[in-house]
């Protein structure tokens, strides 16, 4: 089954303790991205990659970083989270054309406190 | 700059009514496409249609369809004879082939529906 893989679904951390969210899609997708979802802003884009040591900011990149050794998977990294933090994630995957729709994992649900 | 404005913040309708959702865009671009995503109650994103910008047919897909008019920059959605499974934040999307390499879509806030017995 075509699908990606986000991993915790729910996570409830302090400030400051680095954490890694897990992303994994099965579908040999070059593009990845990861969006959050605040209530109010709608989606917005963090990071993407376009394929294998090939990534890039999105539009709220401050305080994220993020890697893309294999095909497949593309953590997100917080390495000092802050209660700004606190936020739904999603990853995304897709073809890497325009014209085609991305797959989004089943969210992260991150609460710093 | 792109843009897409989802209007309605919160739908509620009864079950079997119709209901239809608005979404409007801006680009300066003339190839885009435009997309809608369904999030249920559960959180996930799940992809319901895709259109370009050269086709203006309508679509219909079981009690879904959806209205594109170039001329009024508009790709609406219409659920018809809602029910209660249909409760969920909808949202519209859009996507620039000319971003260079960064694929992201631009997204409306989303409108949500509730559907009540």
């Known amino acids: 089954e075509a699908q990606v893989t986000q991993n915790p679904r729910y996570l409830i951390t302090v400030t400051g303790k680095k954490l890694t969210v897990t992303c994994s899609q099965n579908m040999n997708h070059e593009y990845m991205s990861w969006y959050r979802q605040d209530p109010g802003l709608g989606l917005r884009q963090i990071y993407y990659s376009m394929n294998v040591e090939v990534t890039d900011k999105g539009d709220v990149p401050e305080g994220y970083k993020v890697s893309r050794k294999e095909k497949r998977n593309f953590p997100l990294i917080l390495e000092s989270p802050s209660p700004n933090q606190t936020s739904l994630y999603f990853c995304a995957s897709s073809l890497g054309q325009a014209n085609t729709e991305a797959f989004f994992g089943q969210g992260t649900r991150l609460t710093v406190v | 700059a792109q843009k897409v404005t989802q209007a309605q913040t919160e739908i509620s309708v009864v079950e079997k009514e119709d209901v239809t959702l608005d979404c409007v865009y801006e680009?300066?671009?003339?190839?885009?496409?435009l997309f809608w995503y369904k999030q249920p109650p559960s959180g996930e994103l799940v992809f319901l249609i895709r259109r370009n910008s050269f086709d203006e047919q309508n679509e219909i897909s079981g009690r879904y369809s959806w209205n594109f008019q170039k001329s009024t920059s508009s790709f609406n959605f219409t659920i018809t004879a809602s029910q209660v499974v249909d409760s969920a934040v909808y949202f519209c999307a859009l996507s620039d082939p000319n971003a260079g390499n960064n694929r992201k879509l631009i997204w409306g806030l989303g409108t949500s529906l509730a559907v009540n017995p």
């Open positions: 680009t300066r671009d003339t190839t885009y496409y």
